[in-house]
């Protein structure tokens, strides 16, 4: 068993989010077109898919590694009755391509890391229609000076920045800023660390004696526990971005 798509997979958002913050962020994108093309990469169990498919009334096609994720993202699908509007791939982001221009929208609600914030904007700018937008939720620093229990949470993301330093990168690659904003402390609990808690405690029973297991329960219990104690210093903030109609520096 994979104990940390056991316990992850199951949770109702694979990160921080919320149905408010993709509507706020789908509502700055006041050009699109009917039913805009949608790419979510990274999409994980669907939770803002559903909604891009809501709100949009366009197509949605959902990227994500794990073959469970798709499920859910399908059955989330078929039971809102949205199953039509859905193309579901499996594949990793490092590898995917699509057409140059394929997409009014690409979308990644805190997946964007595993490309990395820079080389993930960059590369899928090509997949943006001019005019078109892309919306990220990224890892930011919220104070300066974080406590050295913080920095070790996020050793192995270095790209966490400050919203200014993201604002300057945006513009490097030569994106027009739509507007941004930060997720509130909600985003981190109601879906997701408030279920990982209680699914924790259902599964340190079931997989009590297991070396691997437990390994994984902790990791979860501490990454709860540095956000209950040091959110002042972290959160995701939500980047609307949109592409130039005719080409600009930075590409």
Not at 112 to 129: A, D, N, P, S
Request: glycine share 8%.
């Amino acid at each position: 068993m994979d104990y940390f798509i056991e316990l992850y997979g199951s949770l109702p958002r694979a990160g921080p989010g919320d149905d408010a913050s993709t509507r706020r962020a789908f509502e700055m994108m006041t050009a699109l077109p009917s039913a805009p093309i949608i790419l979510d990469i990274g999409c994980g169990p669907g939770r803002q898919t559903i909604e891009l498919l809501r709100l949009s009334r366009g197509r949605v096609t959902a990227l994500d590694l794990l073959p469970r994720m798709m499920e859910r993202v399908r059955e989330a699908a078929e039971q809102a009755g949205l199953a039509d509007r859905l193309e579901t791939v499996l594949m990793d982001m490092n590898d995917m391509e699509f057409e140059p221009s394929s997409f009014d929208i690409v979308w990644s609600e805190g997946a964007i890391y595993f490309l990395g914030f820079e080389k993930g904007l960059r590369k899928v700018k090509e997949y943006v229609k001019p005019g078109g937008y892309v919306a990220v939720s990224e890892a930011v620093w919220l104070r300066p000076d974080p406590p050295r229990e913080v920095l070790d949470f996020w050793k192995d993301y270095p790209e966490i920045d400050t919203v200014e330093r993201k604002l300057e990168i945006v513009e490097q690659i030569g994106y027009e800023r739509v507007g941004h904003f930060t997720l509130p402390a909600s985003s981190w609990t109601e879906l997701y660390y408030d279920p990982m808690a209680e699914r924790i405690a259902q599964l340190e029973g079931e997989w009590k004696g297991i070396p691997e297991a437990k390994d994984v329960l902790a990791e979860a219990r501490n990454e709860i526990s540095v956000f209950q104690r040091f959110s002042s210093w972290f959160s995701y903030a939500f980047f609307v971005l949109r592409k130039p109609e005719e080409p600009s520096g930075g590409e």
